[in-house]
């Protein structure tokens, strides 16, 4: 039942994937069908709770079955682009086989094994993950229900889950698909980051060989991957590698479309986006920047239509979490402040807490570093070409927009010391990917890389007739 319903999920998502865009490269669709799905699976299992069906392994794998169906139709009749899309992918270009190529993908794969084996091997023992993430899939699933689970409800927890920071305050991607490997029998609900892991790779190798070489691409997806508080988090039951894999991705597929102007690059990125709001309520921040670069972009080209589309889409999870949990009375009061305020020294500490966490290698590896010789290396080309210049606009804006949201926040729960040396550091999991990928995009390192690959392999042009 596991294999099965795992491979409906990732057959939902390719049918998602492939009804929004036929512009992908192999190795994004292979990569994004699980990501996608897994996605909207969760999305679909608050639709059939919200209107009273019980959550099985089989209604829910009916429900699937069922989208599939009506996807299919839809694909059907655009069989023909489907079939240009076959011809696009079965005409590429491919590095000749050089050791340093082979020896990027080899160690991939090495980490990628390594990962999953503990991942899968080591039960969930993280604290948010005990009492929080994998507890909710639990409950879930042998309830059947999520307005109705007894987690919830019961007089003994009321209180403990309408306090601030309670566990009903995270958006329950990560919490309803570790209930729905466990309705469909798994033994731990890490499979679920397991395959999250693995499919976060050959997206990540796909969207940054749109922009720099096969040697390149492959080089920054291993230094992206082992970077090491972000692969230790990524083999726990949790939700902050899931939502910096969304959140980042989402990103990229933007500055993809921004660069290459291809259309439905922009609603896979969208769709995407989407996913890391459901992730986790703080991917507003990705979605800010975004907004902010798309709407100088509309007020340019004087098209409005696309950036309401965009905004509405984006912020949808967001809205429909929240009215879910009004309706439903699982509401609580969220600590935030939405006045402007000033407090200097909430302010130093946010700012101390933060350059300590840039500076460690232990946390990021050579990540942040590598970022900053690299930018000041490009300034040349950033300040002649605009080279990747909203690539840097993009991360710099949503790394401001979430200091903005963690001071806005009032900490009644715990001190704000700990947020920063905790919380901050792993969302700073969602900048990590994109710092390489600007690594991977600038001029300066493509020239480089590019001497190397013209030496050790020429590209070579080759084409398959379906």
């Known amino acids: 039942m596991i294999y099965f319903g795992l491979s409906v999920t990732a057959l939902l998502g390719l049918c998602v994937t492939l009804s929004i865009s036929q512009r992908l490269k192999i190795a994004e669709v292979l990569g994004l069908a699980f990501l996608v799905g897994i996605g909207i699976q969760t999305f679909l299992m608050v639709c059939m709770d919200w209107i009273g069906i019980r959550l099985t392994a089989t209604s829910v794998l009916a429900a699937s079955l069922l989208i599939i169906a009506g996807l299919g139709v839809t694909l059907y009749f655009r069989r023909a682009a489907l079939k240009e899309w076959l011809r696009y992918v079965s005409t590429f270009t491919y590095p000749k086989i ?224 929240n009215v879910f949990l009004k309706l439903n009375d699982l509401d609580v009061a969220r600590p935030l402040i939405l006045k402007p305020y000033w407090d200097g020294e909430k302010a130093d500490l946010i700012r101390r807490e933060m350059w300590t966490l840039f500076k460690s290698r232990t946390f990021y590896g050579l990540t942040f570093v590598s970022f900053l010789i690299v930018l000041i290396s490009n300034v040349w080309a950033i300040c002649k070409k605009y080279d990747h210049a909203a690539t840097l606009i993009l991360i710099g804006l949503a790394w401001i927009f979430y200091t903005v949201l963690i001071y806005q926040v009032d900490y009644v729960w715990d001190s704000l010391e700990n947020v920063m040396k905790y919380s901050y550091k792993r969302f700073l999991f969602s900048f990590v990917p994109l710092l390489w990928f600007y690594v991977a995009s600038c001029h300066t390192v493509k020239w480089l890389f590019g001497k190397v690959d013209a030496f050790l392999f020429p590209p070579k042009k080759i084409s398959v007739n379906l």
Not at 135 to 161: E, S
Not at 228 to 234: I, Q, R
């Open 98 to 321: 050089s050791w340093l190529w082979l020896l990027a993908l080899l160690a991939i794969a090495v980490v990628a094994v390594m990962n999953v084996t503990k991942a899968m091997y080591f039960p969930t023992f993280d604290g948010d993950s005990v009492r929080c993430f994998n507890l909710i899939g639990k409950a879930v699933a042998y309830d059947g229900t999520i307005k109705n689970c007894g987690l919830y409800t019961d007089a003994g927890n009321y209180q403990d889950m309408r306090s601030p920071a309670s566990t009903i305050t995270y958006m329950p991607l990560a919490q309803l698909a570790y209930s729905y490997v466990y309705l469909l029998g798994a033994a731990t609900s890490k499979i679920i980051n397991a395959l999250i892991f693995i499919s976060f790779i050959p997206v990540l190798y796909g969207v940054m060989s749109r922009f720099s070489t096969h040697t390149l691409a492959a080089t920054a997806t291993f230094f992206t991957i082992i970077t090491p508080e972000m692969l230790g988090f990524s083999s726990m039951s949790g939700v902050n590698f899931i939502h910096a894999v969304y959140a980042s991705l989402g990103v990229m597929f933007f500055i993809s479309w921004y660069y290459k102007k291809i259309p439905s690059l922009l609603w896979i990125a969208v769709c995407i986006l989407m996913l890391s709001s459901w992730a986790r309520t703080e991917g507003i921040a990705f979605i800010g920047a975004v907004g902010c670069i798309f709407l100088w972009y509309s007020i340019k080209a004087k098209q409005y239509k696309a950036l309401a589309l965009l905004a509405g889409c984006c912020l949808l999870p967001i809205i429909f979490w």
